[in-house]
């Protein structure tokens, strides 16, 4: 089992920035690959970032690459989205994911939910305009 807490989440006006964070316990954090996903209200929910289990590779959603930077610190057991120039559309719940796909699945199914393992809880990010 591993067992994922985001945290960051909060309210931010419009080109504004966040930094979630996803603390990971249980299993060895770095056997996993890592995603970030978001939900808004009435819509499903939708691949954002994710990141190798070494940090190597990162891959984005076309509409965050360039605002968007995920990132993971093995030692310290997180993964991190950075995030820039919010716009109001960012407005959701982002949940981190813990994949234990190997590489070249992983590479080709990231931005499926059912590639994924493990969930957090998810953390709360508004942007006004």
């Known amino acids: 089992q591993v067992q994922l807490v985001e945290s960051g989440g909060g309210l931010v006006q419009a080109g504004g920035s966040l930094r979630l964070s996803c603390a990971a316990s249980g299993r060895t954090f770095s056997n996993y690959n890592m995603g970030w996903f978001r939900q808004a209200p009435g819509k499903e929910r939708e691949f954002v970032a994710a990141i190798t289990w070494s940090g190597g590779t990162t891959y984005y959603a076309d509409s965050m690459e360039g605002r968007f930077t995920i990132s993971r610190d093995n030692a310290k057991n997180t993964v991190y989205l950075q995030m820039n120039s919010l716009k109001p559309e960012d407005t959701a719940v982002y949940y981190c994911?813990?994949?234990?796909?190997?590489?070249?699945?992983?590479?080709?199914?990231?931005?499926?939910?059912?590639?994924?393992?493990?969930w957090g809880q998810g953390t709360q990010v508004t942007v006004s305009s």
């Open positions: 994911a813990a994949s234990s796909k190997a590489l070249i699945s992983f590479s080709v199914r990231r931005a499926l939910s059912n590639a994924y393992d493990y």
